[in-house]
């Protein structure tokens, strides 16, 4: 479908083909495929307390998400293997999961290890597909694509002295590629006024890179530095365009969807305070948090006429996020791409759907794609 595919308008390449479908990730579709070859975060990990199950959904799959009695995080299929029943509504024993409905218990790695109501347990013919998972800065990673996954990806600079948050995700409904498309999108003096008030950006560029895309942004107050490493996620360092702060912030930012609908944006601060500023950090930003639950609530109100985005600039310190928000929701579920005309403002944008179609006729090629490079242990350095 045209509406599904980025423009037809874009630029031309000599002999090009036929654009490829990026929006849908299901098991079994061509970015599906993609993402899936890669580590995802797939949830907060302070939100998953010991002996508790959660069901969660990633590219159009169910799974269950459980943190055993002594901490361990595991990951299993969604529904028992004895009759489909959520196996989130069970109960954790140990480092194992019990079934709800009739007691049919599973290990971490997805073994069947009891049977109660059978008179004779066939339990060693039973296992569910298990999914190798890490908890690392805050945040449960999961793999959950076919093979050896490759080398977990560390991120030297977030384990620094500093305070680290891990952000409460919320859903924004609309396609994860409306999001991906917004980063280093040219919007910022638009949809952002009240953060961008009196900065003017001086400068701009950007270069293809081993891992995916570079750009920096030069402001009249200060300097910005974004990577894009394939497939979703951006690494940046932001120096404060409030010339009243002093300290730059480390940033980590994951796109991942929960359906073609549906999307969760994982992000990660690392703040450079230490000692009672440290402590006072803390407690805007638990304060801040709290408050980011009203983010789709006031979005929703937005886009459906009742409130005004002026109106809400005056009581909201997630303004940044509402704001981003209204305008992802807006652009439509899955966006119209052939109605878009790009101009050289997009520059971001298409250079980036260009290395995102690139990767996926890789994929479907056999052939090798872009991977998370090692100096990311040692974090982005300035040009």
Same mark, same amino acid.
């Given at each position: ?29 061509? *970015? ?30 169910? #799974? ?15 529904? !028992? ?30 073994? !069947? ?9 066939? !339990?060693? /013919? ?24 490759? %080398?977990? %990806? ?16 919320? =859903?924004?409904? !609309?396609?994860? #590629? ?9 919007? =910022?003096? #638009? ?7 009196? =900065? ?45 702060? /002093? ?30 500023? *440290? ?7 638990? *304060? ?61 944008? =298409? ?16 052939? %090798? ?15």
């Amino acid at each position: 479908m045209k509406s599904e595919r980025w423009p037809e308008n874009r630029p031309q390449d000599p002999g090009d083909e036929e654009p490829v479908d990026f929006i849908h990730t299901g098991p079994g579709t061509l *970015a599906g495929r993609y993402m899936r070859m890669f580590w995802q975060p797939i949830h907060r990990a302070e939100d998953l307390e010991k002996g508790h199950a959660v069901p969660v959904k990633v590219m159009s799959e169910d #799974f269950t998400l459980y943190r055993g009695e002594g901490g361990g995080v595991h990951l299993l299929e969604f529904r !028992c293997a004895h009759r489909g029943a959520q196996l989130s509504i069970g109960r954790v024993e140990g480092e194992d999961l019990r079934c709800l409905y009739h007691g049919w218990k599973y290990d971490g790695e997805g073994r !069947c290890t009891e049977q109660p109501a059978e008179v004779k347990p066939f !339990c060693e /013919k039973i296992r569910l597909r298990s999914y190798p998972v890490y908890e690392y800065v805050g945040l449960i990673f999961a793999y959950l694509g076919e093979g050896e996954p490759p %080398p977990k %990806p560390l991120y030297k600079e977030f384990e620094r002295e500093g305070v680290l948050l891990a952000i409460p995700p919320y =859903v924004v409904p !609309c396609n994860y #590629f409306n999001q991906i498309d917004n980063n280093g999108d040219m919007h =910022v003096h #638009f949809v952002h006024p009240t953060t961008i008030d009196g =900065v003017i950006m001086a400068e701009r560029s950007m270069e293809e890179t081993d891992f995916g895309l570079t750009w920096y942004e030069g402001f009249n107050t200060a300097k910005r530095i974004y990577h894009f490493i394939l497939p979703n996620l951006i690494k940046s360092k932001r120096f404060p365009l409030n010339r009243s702060v /002093k300290e730059w912030t480390e940033v980590l930012s994951w796109t991942i969807p929960i359906d073609d609908g549906n999307h969760h944006r994982f992000e990660l601060y690392l703040e450079h305070v230490t000692g009672e500023e *440290a402590r006072e950090y803390r407690e805007r930003q638990s *304060a801040w948090f709290e408050k980011r639950t009203t983010i789709p609530e006031l979005g929703e109100a937005i886009l459906a006429g009742k409130l005004d985005l002026a109106e809400v600039r005056d009581r909201s310190r997630n303004m940044i996020q509402i704001e981003d928000y209204v305008v992802l929701v807006a652009q439509g579920t899955i966006p119209d791409y052939s109605r878009e005309h790009l101009s050289s403002s997009d520059a971001v944008v =298409v250079l980036r759907r260009k290395i995102w179609e690139r990767e996926l006729r890789a994929v479907a090629q056999g052939k %090798p794609v872009k991977r998370q490079p090692a100096w990311l242990e040692n974090g982005p350095q300035a040009r």
